[in-house]
């Protein structure tokens, strides 16, 4: 084992990487587009990333950093953002169906509590009444 020659020299320690927004843009992009076919996780592996990655880089992408980044140093072309604009539009109507479909889980879920509630409390009710009494001796 070498130690460092200076105090401030880090040795074999790897350099972290950097990574451009326009890579991050292209690399999400590209990920949401396999995700449906089930090829995600080799575009991560392809490039030695994480999920956590696309899930950062996601969500500074929804709050417009990333845009804003990607645009100083390169400009998106017109049609490359209609296009991030479509796969946005379409993420959240399968998102707003999919939470249609459990609201709609939901509301039938709570319909049905009530009606067995309402017949747990009949039953009670009607055992309360034939119930034989018993005398004291």
Known sequence: MTLPSTP??????????????EYKLRIVAEY?????????AAILRREGLY????LEWRAARD????TA?????SPVS????RSGEATEVERLRRRNERLEADLA???????IMGKAHALLETLSESADSTAP????R
């Open 69 to 73: 980044l990607g645009t100083r140093k």
């Open 51 to 54: 999920h956590s990655h696309i």
């Open 133 to 136: 009494r018993r005398r004291g």
């Open 8 to 21: 401030g020299d880090q040795g074999g320690r790897p350099k972290r990487r950097s990574f451009t927004a």
């Open 32 to 40: 949401e587009a396999a995700k449906a076919s089930g090829e995600g």
């Open 63 to 66: 709050a417009g950093a990333l």
């Open 78 to 81: 017109e049609s490359r953002r």
């Open 105 to 111: 889980r939901t509301k039938t879920a709570l319909e």
